[in-house]
């Protein structure tokens, strides 16, 4: 969500529903994500994914354009000795592929970006049959009531982590190098002392320029990584201690842990979105879970 959020925001677009929906549905390519839908009748579910067989078999027979950049897609069958049986469509584009795999396992269609994920859930579900362990994980908190519901489990994301602090990384940068402009026009407005400049002065400076862009503009501008705003000699550029410059931009790989950012996604412990659909519209409630 924050991927999503932060790119919406970046090109200067307001978030949307359809930004946001695009954004989770593009982010859950490459990440472990599954949607779970509860089955009523699994015969007629095991005969509408035979249906839908015959459907992608055909589909993936047909020829795409001639070009090398056209999608083409491919769909199969992964059939195992325990009886088990998935499905699997992929979309490749040049040398880039998705796929998605969907299985039914027990009362419940699954529809995965990895098959690892629903290996995982097969297994519990095996284990839920024989009895004895708690379905705490796999079931939806049972004081949510909504028509679909939307989890964030942070116990199984160390794999993307990294992804995620990067991205996060990346939109601190984007979000400092836009103050430069401001605090850049303030500094032009400045009295400023004739050079060289003795050591120190660009950072006072710049400060003194970020001030000046606060009350000018009556917005608080500041690095969210906690960088100075460094006043070069020509009274005109800034740059930012952490981040650099527009030519010259530079970051960690990950948000710095002891500011805001980095404690907040410490302190990240999952997160639960219930849509409901009512007379007057779509209620979103977004739960956050703190450690
Ligand atoms: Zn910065």
Not at 99 to 105: G, L, V
Not at 191 to 199: I, N, Q, R, S
Not at 205 to 213: D, F, V
Not at 265 to 276: E, I, N, W, Y
């Amino acid at each position: 969500m924050g991927e999503c959020m932060g790119s919406a925001s970046a090109s200067g677009r307001n978030l949307n529903y359809d930004a946001l929906l695009t954004g989770l549905v593009v982010g859950s390519i490459n990440t472990p994500t599954y949607l779970a839908v509860p089955v009523q009748d699994a015969g007629v579910v095991d005969q509408f994914l035979a249906d839908l067989d015959k459907e992608f078999a055909r589909t993936a027979r047909e020829k795409g354009g001639q070009s090398w950049w056209s999608l083409s897609q491919d769909f199969y069958r992964i059939n195992e000795p325990n009886g088990r049986s998935t499905r699997c469509v992929s979309f490749a584009f040049t040398a880039v592929k998705w796929r998605a795999f969907w299985e039914r396992i027990g009362n419940t269609l699954y529809v995965s970006s990895r098959k690892s994920v629903l290996d995982d859930l097969w297994n519990l579900n095996e284990k839920l049959a024989k009895g004895g362990e708690a379905a705490a994980d796999i079931t939806a908190p049972t004081e949510v009531k909504a028509h679909a519901m939307l989890r964030v489990r942070p116990q199984n994301w160390n794999e993307i982590l990294a992804d995620y602090r990067l991205g996060w990384a990346e939109n601190n940068r984007l979000a400092c190098l836009k103050n430069l402009g401001p605090i850049s026009n303030a500094a032009r407005g400045m009295e400023l002392p004739a050079g060289p400049w003795a050591k120190g002065d660009a950072e006072r400076l710049g400060s003194r320029a970020q001030l000046e862009a606060n009350r000018l503009y009556t917005v608080y501008y500041f690095c969210p990584e906690g960088g100075h705003y460094l006043l070069n000699e020509n009274g005109k550029d800034v740059a930012c201690s952490v981040h650099g410059s527009a030519l010259h931009p530079t970051q960690a790989m990950a948000p710095d842990e002891n500011r805001s950012m980095g404690k907040l996604m410490q302190s990240f412990a999952g997160m639960t979105a219930a849509l409901t659909f009512m007379e007057d519209g779509l209620h979103a409630v977004v739960t956050l879970d703190r450690k």
